[in-house]
């Protein structure tokens, strides 16, 4: 129902927009930033609920989608030609498989959770990160072992079966919630 209440909002009000200069926090968020659709208000809250910083939270969803709200993995090619089946579930900002986001549905209660609400990929990002603290004593500023932790799951990660492109990913993670750290100091407003 959520989900439908919200693509109803974002029709009527075109509030919500894929921003257009995404190495830049400020911009991004002054691009949604009105009473209907609040990036920075959102993100402020997951950190506050789960005590992941800002920044490692937006970095993850910039790493994942690119702040595509309805982001999916490529197809595969039946034949090298046909498009065919999706790598994988990913969906949505968060790029959150179906098992996932029905593991955190259940576990917070959050049954409305919809994985094209800025709002809830937010507090998904900042839950699994929290996850991952628990389960792997991550510590809540690791943005690199968070972000393995995410990418590959939480098993994966402890096996310590980190493959080339996991850690590259996540040396670019780091990288750009640093450039965000330091943008939104200076951002003004945030």
Same mark, same amino acid.
């Given at each position: ?57 937006? &970095?993850?969803?910039?790493? %994942? $989608? ?6 999916? @993995?490529?197809?595969?090619?039946? #034949?090298? =030609? ?43 990002? &900042?839950?699994?990160?929290? %996850? $991952? ?6 510590? @809540?500023?690791?943005?690199?072992? #968070?972000? =393995? ?42």
């Amino acid at each position: 129902m959520k989900c439908l209440v919200l693509s109803v909002v974002v029709l009527l009000a075109g509030c919500a927009r894929t921003p257009t200069q995404i190495s830049n926090i400020c911009a991004v968020l002054s691009q949604n930033d009105g009473p209907v659709f609040n990036w920075q208000r959102s993100s402020k809250r997951a950190e506050q609920k789960y005590g992941i910083p800002m920044p490692i939270i937006l &970095a993850t969803i910039y790493a %994942e $989608s690119g702040f595509q709200q309805r982001a999916k @993995p490529p197809r595969k090619k039946l #034949l090298g =030609l046909i498009p065919w089946k999706r790598l994988s579930t990913a969906y949505g900002y968060s790029q959150a498989v179906n098992g996932t986001w029905k593991e955190y549905r259940r576990k917070t209660g959050h049954k409305t959770a919809c994985r094209t609400s800025f709002d809830d990929a937010a507090q998904f990002i &900042a839950w699994f990160h929290r %996850e $991952s603290i628990r389960k792997n004593a991550i510590s @809540p500023n690791d943005v690199y072992g #968070l972000y =393995l932790n995410y990418h590959m799951g939480h098993r994966a990660y402890a096996r310590g079966s980190h493959s080339a492109f996991a850690i590259q990913k996540a040396q670019q993670v780091q990288m750009m919630a640093q450039r965000y750290a330091i943008q939104l100091r200076n951002c003004g407003r945030w």
